[in-house]
Structures are given as structure tokens and as C-alpha cells.
């Protein structure tokens, strides 16, 4: 699956991305950019807030706009991973491993196949959240609560 992924492009993308950033505070520009299972490239840079727990991570912004753009709501509707692969890149271009509530934020849409890009190379989200909370504990309580 990773031969198929860009990521090359992936990473062009994701450097754009952190150009248009918010982090005035931090000075810390990161920029993220993701394929959809429908070839869209959705991208996001980090917005920060003077209230400081207010900011966004790069890859939440992405998520979001990529709903408001409707590129992920058709997947997210058919059951389907929305994203298919991540990069995530500092101000130098420089390959960011997602923090760890971005990776359960991309859980959700990517679920453990998803590829992250890493200065290591493509990894599962699988290997970099391993054992991850997801929808699955929540649908066993509600399977519970229906008896
Ligand atoms: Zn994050």
C-alpha cells in the first residue's frame, strides 16, 4: 500500500500547509497534509490561541477542514477509512510524528492501517498508538446496555 502513497507529495503539501499556519506564540509552524481513500489531499496547519489550550494541532485542522469541505463526510458515511496516509512537517520540511491525541484524532478517520509518514519511513498508526481506545469499546457497552 505504501508504494501506491505519494508521499513525496505528501510532504510538498504538508510544507504549503505550515506556511499558512497560525503559532505566534509557539513559533513552532507545523503543517500537515493527508491523502483521502478518494485521492483528495486535505491539508491544515497549526492555530494556536492566546488562550493557549484553545490551539489546534496541524492535523486537527486538517481533519476539519476536510470535512467542511466535504472531502471526508462520503467516506466517513460508507464506513470507509477517510484518510488512507499522513505527513506532518515543521518549518524546515522537517517529518513530524503526530502527538498522541492527533493520533487518536486520526484513528478515527484512518483507523490502525493508516500510514504516517516518519523520519523512519511510512509506519502504521497501528505501531504508533498500539492497543488504541476506538469505536469498538463503545459499541460492546452499547451491545450491553440493549439487553
Ligand atoms: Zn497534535
Do not use: K
Not at 109 to 133: E, K, N, Y
Request: aromatic residues 6%; charged residues 15%.
Amino acid at each position: 500500500m505504501s508504494d501506491a502513497i505519494d508521499f513525496d507529495s505528501l510532504r510538498i503539501a504538508a510544507r504549503s500547509a505550515m506556511t499558512r499556519s497560525y503559532a505566534p506564540y509557539s513559533a513552532f509552524a507545523v503543517g500537515a497534509a493527508a491523502v483521502t481513500s478518494n485521492g483528495d489531499v486535505i491539508t491544515g496547519g497549526n492555530v494556536e490561541n492566546v488562550s493557549y489550550g484553545l490551539g489546534v494541532c496541524a492535523e486537527v485542522s486538517m481533519v476539519c477542514s476536510g470535512f467542511s469541505q466535504g472531502l471526508l463526510s462520503a467516506a466517513v458515511a460508507a464506513g470507509e477509512p477517510a484518510i488512507i496516509a499522513v505527513s506532518v512537517c515543521d518549518a524546515d520540511g522537517a517529518v513530524l510524528t503526530p502527538c498522541g491525541r492527533c493520533r487518536q484524532v486520526l484513528r478515527e478517520f484512518g483507523g490502525d492501517g493508516l500510514l504516517v509518514d516518519s523520519a523512519q519511513g511510512p509506519r502504521t498508526l497501528g505501531a504508533l498508538l498500539p492497543d488504541a481506545f476506538g469505536p469498538d469499546h463503545l459499541a460492546a457497552v452499547r451491545t450491553e446496555d440493549a439487553r
